[in-house]
């Protein structure tokens, strides 16, 4: 039987939930689904969510990650929870510049600056 | 294209090309490629996206066919402002015309060429240097 290799690590906080990705690259357009699928049963599962999506292990991505990162935000922001984004190496970092995201997303420079600003 | 994009980046590295280079060739390539596909050839799996590259000590050009109708590259809303800010796709010209110095499309947007030149390293500015 296939190894299937976990996409996300998920963590519950007191008051927030945080999703840690475990790929270091982010490309193929089955694997984005996968995420997809495993990050929104975790945002289904809680009313008014506080998620937080921990970069650390991503080395590479594409813009369809980003678009997946729009979804995910529509969605959160429809059931009137937060979402925050963490420890995006600088080459990621500058992606979400370019494409203005920056002005779209609440980017922190780690999980605790991140919980720190929950309301 | 894994294969070409590995091959492609190996040789960036042993023509002495940076982290910034490979990072920014990566990415365009991947974009490139799935527009080629996504766009281009509609992801019909019996067209083809044809992939060429050479590098030297200096650059890397790579041009890149689909077997679509091809199209205006002009129409293609800037991902950045307004209402395009908030939609999940759209964006994959940008870091491309972004991360290469050269973006061109033929007549027809059905084959792309691009080049990215060997970065130059950067000069550590003396603290006493005036600047002229």
């Known amino acids: ?119 | 294209m894994v294969k070409v994009c590995d091959q492609a980046l190996s040789k960036l590295e042993a023509y002495g090309f940076g982290k910034d280079d490979i990072f920014a060739v990566h990415l365009a390539l991947e974009e490139a490629f799935l527009n080629a596909v996504k766009h281009g050839n509609k992801m019909d799996s019996s067209k083809e996206v044809k992939i060429d590259y050479s590098v030297d000590l200096d650059k890397i050009e790579i041009s890149m066919t689909d077997q679509g109708d091809g199209f205006e590259p002009s129409s293609v809303a800037d991902p950045r402002y307004g209402e395009d800010l908030y939609k999940p796709g759209g964006r994959g010209l940008l870091l491309m015309n972004s991360y290469m110095d050269v973006v061109k499309f033929n007549e027809q947007g059905n084959s792309l060429y691009m080049v990215r030149y060997k970065e130059k390293p950067r000069l550590t500015k003396d603290k006493d240097q005036t600047e002229v």
Do not use: H, W
């Open chain 1, 1 to 119: 039987m296939a190894e299937i290799k976990p996409k996300i690590g998920v963590q519950y906080s007191d008051n927030a939930t945080i999703v840690s990705f475990t790929d270091e690259k982010i490309l193929e357009e089955r694997d984005i689904k996968a995420l997809q699928d495993s990050i929104m049963s975790v945002v289904e599962q809680a009313e008014r969510i506080k998620l937080i999506l921990d970069f650390s292990n991503v080395r590479f991505l594409s813009s369809a990650v980003l678009g997946l990162l729009i979804r995910i935000s529509k969605r959160i922001y429809e059931k009137d929870g937060q979402l925050k984004l963490c420890n995006i190496n600088p080459k990621i970092f500058e992606i979400f510049k370019i494409t203005r995201l920056t002005t779209t997303f609440d980017i922190y420079k780690d999980v605790e600056s991140a919980v720190e600003d929950l309301s």
